[in-house]
């Protein structure tokens, strides 16, 4: 019989114990660390981010791919906008310092933090982070998955490892999540969504639910067809693309209405 709670240690643990459990063993520290490296490595590979926006593209998630300006662009406007204020709120809602909570998830894998939008991530470093990180709206990840030959496969696996208690990195992932109910229901999702990703209902975290500001951001950046949209509506020139990011200080509604007026096949 399948788990659906796992324990919680990161709400009763104290900060000395749970950096032990996310850094792990010295061996295991070094092997997160070689990941970092081929993560960071990553970037300089053009082919393999061409070939993730053609996957996408052929999946009908994408319509006119970003160019690698709009996605830099993108990325930086997803993180400031979206992703960091409302993890910083929902952590401040559950008593929980997030810049500690960045310094787990940093020892936990360090690669998971420096690809913002997953494209020249492998499918362990996105599906890790799926499993430390309860996610506003994890359909982004999903898509994104969606688009590696045994991307749903392997979450779901690792998923079920995590709730029987045999991942490889059960310490340190219980270092980091806080909510003893979430890989349940990332479990339930990802089986739903394997089953008909068009039928599947994400969960999406209560602060962002209960939100009008976050639930109206979530409708831009929480899927990936509505983010790319997003990005391809970017400059798409240095100029432009200065200026967006040194004046623009606010969640540009004008831009992303404009995303919303061109709907893909895949879209919400």
Same mark, same amino acid.
């Given at each position: 019989?399948?788990?659906?709670?796992?324990?919680?240690?990161?709400?009763?643990?104290?900060?000395?114990?749970?950096?032990?459990?996310?850094?792990?063993?010295?061996?295991?520290?070094?092997?997160?660390?070689?990941?970092?490296?081929?993560?960071?490595?990553?970037?300089?590979?053009?082919?393999?981010?061409?070939?993730?926006?053609?996957?996408?593209?052929?999946?009908?998630?994408?319509?006119?791919?970003?160019?690698?300006?709009?996605?830099?662009?993108?990325?930086?406007?997803?993180?400031?906008?979206?992703?960091?204020?409302?993890?910083?709120?929902?952590?401040?809602?559950?008593?929980?310092?997030?810049?500690? @909570?960045?310094?787990?998830?940093?020892?936990?894998?360090?690669?998971?933090?420096?690809?913002?939008?997953?494209?020249?991530?492998?499918?362990?470093?996105?599906?890790? @982070?799926?499993?430390?990180?309860?996610?506003?709206?994890?359909?982004?990840?999903?898509?994104?998955?969606?688009?590696?030959?045994?991307?749903?496969?392997?979450?779901?696996?690792?998923?079920?490892?995590?709730?029987?208690?045999? @991942?490889?990195?059960?310490?340190?992932?219980?270092?980091?999540?806080?909510?003893?109910?979430?890989?349940?229901?990332?479990?339930?999702?990802?089986?739903?969504?394997?089953?008909?990703?068009?039928?599947?209902?994400?969960?999406?975290?209560?602060?962002?639910?209960?939100?009008?500001?976050?639930?109206?951001?979530?409708?831009?950046?929480?899927?990936?067809?509505?983010?790319?949209?997003?990005?391809?509506?970017?400059?798409?020139?240095?100029?432009?693309?200065?200026? @967006?990011?040194?004046?623009?200080?606010?969640?540009?509604?004008?831009?992303?209405?404009?995303?919303?007026?061109?709907?893909?096949?895949?879209?919400?």
């Amino acid at each position: 019989m399948t788990m659906t709670t796992t324990d919680a240690r990161r709400l009763h643990a104290s900060p000395v114990a749970l950096l032990r459990d996310a850094a792990g063993s010295p061996r295991a520290l070094a092997a997160k660390l070689v990941r970092l490296a081929k993560a960071l490595r990553a970037y300089a590979d053009a082919d393999a981010l061409d070939h993730r926006l053609a996957r996408l593209v052929a999946l009908g998630y994408l319509e006119r791919p970003p160019t690698r300006l709009q996605l830099v662009v993108g990325s930086v406007d997803m993180l400031r906008f979206w992703i960091s204020p409302a993890a910083a709120d929902y952590y401040r809602s559950r008593g929980i310092d997030y810049t500690f @909570h960045q310094v787990l998830r940093f020892l936990d894998d360090p690669a998971s933090l420096v690809d913002p939008t997953g494209f020249l991530s492998s499918v362990d470093v996105i599906v890790g @982070h799926l499993l430390q990180v309860v996610h506003a709206n994890p359909a982004y990840d999903l898509q994104l998955l969606e688009s590696h030959d045994d991307g749903l496969e392997t979450l779901e696996r690792q998923t079920l490892a995590v709730l029987a208690g045999t @991942h490889p990195r059960q310490r340190s992932i219980g270092a980091v999540v806080e909510d003893s109910t979430y890989h349940g229901r990332l479990l339930e999702y990802v089986r739903a969504y394997r089953a008909d990703p068009e039928a599947a209902l994400a969960p999406v975290r209560d602060n962002v639910a209960g939100s009008p500001r976050f639930a109206q951001i979530e409708r831009t950046f929480g899927t990936l067809p509505a983010a790319m949209r997003y990005f391809a509506e970017l400059p798409r020139e240095p100029l432009g693309a200065a200026r @967006h990011l040194l004046t623009v200080r606010d969640f540009p509604e004008a831009i992303a209405a404009r995303a919303g007026a061109g709907m893909s096949r895949r879209a919400p």
